[in-house]
């Protein structure tokens, strides 16, 4: 059985940073595309970034490109988003998601295979 749990959500200020784990159980990180989505309300689920297995391949969204980066322990079962400069339109739902080890388009949430229940983020002015 896959379970992703999220956990480092909460509520800061603009240009605060935060941390968000999501460990993984029921897979292997060395062999499973993984990836950061959120959505706010009134809106749909986006894409904020992927890693691949081995690391080399990372992509963000460009709304968080040089703000956030996605990172892994495999040996710890954990995937890691650390968010930098938080802005209040970074406010939302964050999801970790897992895939396969076939590379996807990582923008689509129907590649994703299994999700976590998301942990909210709230950034005040």
């Known amino acids: 059985q896959v379970r992703l749990v999220e956990s480092g959500g909460g509520s800061v200020q603009a240009g605060d940073s935060l941390r968000l784990s999501c460990v993984t159980s029921?897979?292997?990180?060395?062999?499973?595309?993984m990836a950061w989505f959120r959505q706010a309300p009134g809106k749909e689920r986006e894409f904020v970034a992927a890693?691949?297995?081995?690391?080399?391949?990372?992509d963000y969204a460009a709304s968080v490109k040089d703000r956030f980066t996605i990172s892994k322990n495999n040996g710890k079962n954990t995937v890691t988003l650390q968010m930098n400069a938080l802005k209040p339109e970074d406010t939302a739902g964050y999801y970790c998601?897992?895939?396969?080890?076939?590379?996807?388009?990582?923008?689509?949430?129907?590649?994703?295979?299994?999700w976590g229940q998301g942990v909210q983020v709230t950034v005040s002015t």
């Open positions: 998601a897992a895939g396969s080890n076939e590379k996807v388009d990582p923008r689509g949430t129907g590649e994703w295979l299994y």
């Open positions: 890693i691949s297995p081995s690391d080399v391949y990372i």
């Open positions: 029921g897979i292997s990180l060395s062999t499973t595309y």
